[in-house]
């Protein structure tokens, strides 16, 4: 613990020190940074296409004694300078677009676990099984992707389904397994990522889910619960325990849960025991979020970087933002929930400041020049995507009928 503490204290000083502003950028649509730092993942605007380009560093000669002074050449605001695009390759068929905010990623192997799906449709005839309201994908794939070539290793088809996509949130990866949760027939699938980069169904995963709500009625009884209620969220803890969230399918559909009163419960494969159940308004529940906040997130026990990734569990500031937090029930739904959101853009710049004593400005980003924008009333939504270790991070910013702005914060 010790060499981590020296690590994050190195990196606390090795930060961005320049931007570059709308540079000269293809026009696509950046996911994210991969945990180890090696791939930018990306996917075109328009066509089903997957795009990923690995980080690289901007590099020019000068003749100045201290190059930080020195103006950067034309070459430096083109996106080219800052990352070497791998290759393209389609996804999905003809009518099938890819979920843009669907990724995840093996580090230990360098696979990526991408999807694509035709359109929802909301009066599909109820099937046998089917829950009645939630609607229906034609066709749900899952790719595996080699992310050093982009040769796609195998896939898994879900027809006449529905599984929430969104930030990943209706599929779960742990070291190699992953649980998918199908809303539509209330079934989750367990399956195994074999290091030959193929999707094999564990056979004891799909079957259990009925015997799951068996134990659960039984369990609730002898707790005095009377909700009625069905999974609408699924993860593993570890290879043998799945935190389960049951409640109202319309919050699984719609993604806004907190009207729709739910619980968890930890259920074990090996044993088919429910061992424990909360409210998700449960101050132990909390409790344990805020104590053991990695055992709900991390993807990978044996992954390099989570360790060096700053959570409730092992860093007492950010402990205290949670603190801080007036409704808990509520926060712990969003906190729970991967939420890479677009913001509302700010003139003001933002600025990161360190917790340790004494609080001093690191360093900040500003969205645009000094002299801003030409329209001061223009709404603008930014993302940010950081990489995870080295100093360097892109703010992309998007106002309605008008090109999309992408600044390079970096380090010189």
Same mark, same amino acid.
Request: with cysteine; proline share 4%; net charge neutral.
């Given at each position: 613990?010790l ?5 994050r204290?190195?990196?606390?000083n ?39 380009c690995?980080?690289?560093w ?8 201290d190059?930080d ?12 300078s800052?990352?070497t ?7 999905g068929a ?15 192997q ?12 909301? +009066?599909a005839?109820? %099937?046998?099984? $089917?829950v ?5 994908i034609e066709? /749900? &794939? #899952? *790719?595996?992707v ?10 898994k ?8 996509l969104?930030?990943?949130?209706g599929?779960?990866?742990?070291d ?12 989750i ?7 030959s ?24 009884f002898?707790?005095?619960?009377n909700?009625?209620?069905?999974p ?10 799945l ?10 559909v719609?993604?806004?849960? +907190?009207?729709?009163? %739910?619980?968890? $419960? ?8 429910i /061992? &424990? #159940? *909360? ?7 909390y409790?344990?979020?805020e ?7 991390v ?22 933002q ?10 712990f739904?969003?906190l ?23 609080n001093i ?15 001061a ?7 940010f995507?950081?990489?995870?270790y ?8 998007q106002?309605?009928m ?11």
């Open positions: 613990m060499q981590v503490n020296f690590v204290k190195f990196y606390e090795l930060v961005p020190t320049c931007t570059l502003y709308d540079i000269d950028c293809p026009d696509i649509s950046f996911r994210k940074f991969t945990e180890d730092g090696k791939y930018l993942i990306s996917f075109s605007r328009n066509h089903p296409e997957l795009i990923v690995r980080p690289s901007l590099s020019f000669s000068c003749k100045c004694k190059s002074y020195c103006a950067l050449p034309p070459k430096a605001q083109r996106f080219d800052f990352f695009q791998l290759y393209t390759i389609s996804l003809t009518n099938e677009l890819i979920c843009k905010d669907f990724f995840l990623y093996l580090e230990s360098e696979f990526g676990l991408f999807a694509t799906s035709t359109a929802h449709t909301h +009066d005839p109820i %099937s046998h099984g $089917a009645s309201g939630v609607p229906s066709r /749900i &794939t #899952f *790719y595996l080699r992310l050093e070539d982009g040769i796609v290793l195998d896939e088809v879900f027809c006449n389904d529905f599984i929430n969104a930030h990943s949130m599929v779960f990866l742990y190699d397994l992953l649980c998918i949760l199908s809303l539509r027939y209330q079934a699938h367990i399956l195994q990522v074999l290091d980069g193929h999707l094999v169904d564990v056979p004891e995963g799909s079957s259990f889910l009925s015997g799951i709500k068996q134990r659960l009625l039984s369990y609730i002898r707790k005095h619960w909700e009625e209620a069905d609408t969220l699924v993860q593993f803890l570890d290879r043998h325990h935190l389960i969230k049951f409640g109202s399918v319309d919050g699984g719609s993604r806004s849960t +907190d009207q729709h009163p %739910s619980f968890f $419960a930890v259920y074990n494969m090996e044993t088919t025991e /061992i &424990t #159940f *909360y409210q998700n308004s449960a101050e132990e529940l409790y344990l979020f104590q053991f906040y990695d055992h709900f997130h993807s990978s026990r044996t992954s390099l970087h989570a360790k060096f990734t700053s959570s409730h569990s092992n860093n007492i500031h950010v402990l205290d949670l603190w801080l937090s007036k409704n808990k029930a509520s926060s739904s969003q729970i929930s991967a939420a890479d959101r677009h913001r509302h853009s700010t003139e003001h710049p933002i600025k990161f400041i360190s917790r340790r004593q004494p400005l690191k360093f900040k980003i500003k969205l645009g020049p000094e002299e801003g924008s030409s329209d009333h223009a709404k603008r939504i930014s993302s995507l950081f990489h995870p080295l100093p360097l991070a892109m703010s992309i910013q106002t309605f008008q090109p999309t702005v992408v600044n390079i914060h970096f380090r010189r």
